[in-house]
């Protein structure tokens, strides 16, 4: 018995129709993008390991356990962009051409999750990033591009939680207050919190686990750590976000899990993807690129949202189809005619189609019906010793003789071209 293959576990191969709402999906996004002036970037998969270990953190999960290595090289495959966008940024020295850059990717990204839900291996990030301005009004910005791209694509029920960190002072009196009074409840944290108590103790704030999220809660963890800059910009930015008439929920515990991080940092859920409710999430890194580089100090801000996820919720429709007309005919004697009028049709730049199984003409018109196909073109001998067609629209049920040489005109016209 030959071997049946299977796709790798934490992959997943798509196919109409949900091809069809996942370009849908970046078509609408790349239309936002190009409305906020964002500009489109092609990186690689591959980057160097110390890249994500220097610019994300080496206590993190990503770095820790996610990372796929090409086994024998320093080489991995891509967990995030945000690290990846800042090399290509540092590498090719674009703070010379010009002070401040906006630019989005949409690309696949490869982590080595335990498979479930809206938890994969390989999954596909829509994301942007803002580089060389630390004004709140793009912390703004940023937040109402990803919010739109979601409602764009069908998704609704959002919920936007959004806390800052401070800068980087800001976040070690934070980590050196958590360590403090943590140290009493050591013995009852969960075994990773053990050791980020140590390692990264900021991260414990993110712990999923209800024993140590208890332990947090009690903590009463507000704005205190933030000085007075990074305090105003904040608040600067909420202030901001309510003229927007942008809901939010503050949330002064949200830290997100990467090293990177300052300031602004904020995620977007939703009440139906269960324990995995994430769609996105964002915030600001405003040393990655000083860390990474050793020279300027350059704030810069983005986001990145999960295609997988939204596919999971999106509520645009289920049904898509390139083919907007079909075209049948009565006989295989007349095939040929019928597949040349079908060439004519798609020449106008119309999507059309024909049937290729040799099907009965009440199949053929079974099969368009399906495929939710607007018009077909009935191809008859009788019709066509008479110079003519039947034009069937599909959605109201009517048909009606058409000569060939208005067919071209009446399409369009039909189908509102």
Request: charged fraction near 30%; charge should be positive; glycine fraction near 8%.
């Amino acid at each position: 018995m030959k071997k049946i293959f299977h796709s790798v576990r934490g992959t997943c191969d798509f196919y109409p129709p949900q091809t069809f709402i996942i370009e849908k999906i970046i078509e609408k996004a790349k239309r936002i993008f190009e409305i906020f002036g964002y500009e489109p970037i092609l990186l690689p998969h591959l980057e160097e390991e110390g890249l994500f270990k220097k610019g994300i953190g080496t206590t993190t999960d990503i770095v820790e356990k996610q990372m796929f290595k090409i086994e024998s090289k320093d080489v991995v495959l891509r967990p995030e962009a945000t690290a990846q966008v800042a090399r290509f940024y540092i590498e090719n020295s674009l703070h010379k051409f010009k002070d401040f850059h906006k630019f989005y990717y949409i690309g696949a990204m490869f982590r080595g999750e335990r498979p479930q839900k809206g938890r994969l291996r390989e999954f596909h990030h829509i994301g942007a990033e803002a580089i060389g301005s630390e004004n709140f009004y793009l912390d703004a910005e940023i937040i109402d591009v990803s919010l739109k791209i979601l409602k764009a694509s069908g998704i609704d029920d959002l919920s936007l939680k959004i806390n800052s960190l401070g800068c980087a002072k800001d976040k070690n009196k934070l980590s050196d207050s958590i360590k403090r009074k943590l140290r009493d409840y050591e013995s009852v944290l969960c075994p990773d919190c053990k050791k980020r108590l140590t390692t990264s103790p900021l991260r414990i704030l993110d712990c999923k686990k209800n024993s140590c999220q208890k332990i947090v809660s009690s903590l009463n963890i507000k704005s205190q750590h933030l000085c007075e800059g990074c305090h105003s910009h904040f608040f600067g930015l909420l202030a901001f976000l309510d003229e927007l008439k942008i809901k939010y929920v503050y949330q002064p515990l949200l830290v997100r899990g990467l090293d990177y991080y300052t300031n602004t940092v904020f995620e977007i859920t939703t009440c139906r993807l269960g324990s995995q409710d994430a769609l996105g999430a964002g915030g600001r890194y405003n040393n990655l690129i000083y860390d990474l580089a050793g020279r300027v100090q350059i704030p810069a801000i983005g986001f990145a949202l999960g295609l997988e996820r939204m596919l999971l919720v999106s509520n645009l429709p289920k049904e898509y189809s390139t083919i907007k007309v079909g075209v049948a005919c009565t006989s295989s004697d007349i095939y040929r005619q019928a597949y040349k009028l079908t060439q004519t049709i798609r020449d106008e730049g119309v999507g059309c189609d024909i049937d290729y199984k040799g099907k009965s003409l009440k199949a053929q018109l079974k099969n368009f019906q399906k495929l939710g196909v607007p018009l077909v073109v009935i191809v008859g001998d009788a019709e066509l010793k008479e110079g003519c067609i039947i034009l069937r629209d599909m959605r109201e049920s009517r048909q009606e003789k058409v000569k060939l040489e208005e067919l071209r005109s009446i399409i369009k016209e039909r189908l509102g071209a």
